[in-house]
């Protein structure tokens, strides 16, 4: 079966999704990013690394609707966030940088610590 023009595939998009990932993780660090974008773009990211999902993985189907759904959605808006030359220069970025995505440590930190302060307040609550 052939793409006719204008048309992608399911692996195409998810390509060209993973590739705005790394885009988006660039637009954050950059200065002429609007706050609201960074905001965005901050949320996804701390979404996207949460242990704690919407609707729990492990609920047949549902469970992978936010990921499905929620997280293409997020950054489809993100992008349309960004200025045209803002996002252009961070593709760039992303794509020379290649497939390898940067550690991003001190995030999975923050969102772990995060987490933990709302189970010890949340422990704290109920005893």
């Known amino acids: 079966m052939t793409n006719t023009p204008g048309k992608l595939s399911l692996r ?3 390509r060209l999704l993973k590739d ?12 002429a990013t609007p706050w ?8 996804i990211v701390g979404y996207t690394l949460s242990p704690v999902d919407f609707i729990p993985d492990f609920i047949p189907v549902l469970g992978y609707l936010d990921d ?3 997280l293409p959605l997020g950054i489809a808006l993100a992008v349309r966030l960004i ?11 992303a794509a020379a940088y290649g ?6 440590w ?3 930190a923050v969102i772990l610590l995060l987490w933990l302060a ?6 704290r609550l109920l005893s």
Not at 83 to 93: K, Q
Request: hydrophobic share 60%; glycine share 2%.
């Open 68 to 70: 499905l759904i929620l």
């Open 99 to 104: 497939s390898i995505l940067p550690k991003l």
């Open 20 to 31: 705005d990932i790394l885009a988006l993780f660039f637009a954050l660090k950059h200065p």
């Open 106 to 108: 001190l995030g999975a």
């Open 36 to 43: 609201y974008a960074k905001a965005l773009v901050a949320l």
């Open 12 to 14: 195409q998009k998810a």
């Open 83 to 93: 200025p045209p030359a803002v996002l252009a220069e961070c593709r760039r970025r």
């Open 118 to 123: 709302i189970a010890y307040a949340a422990f």
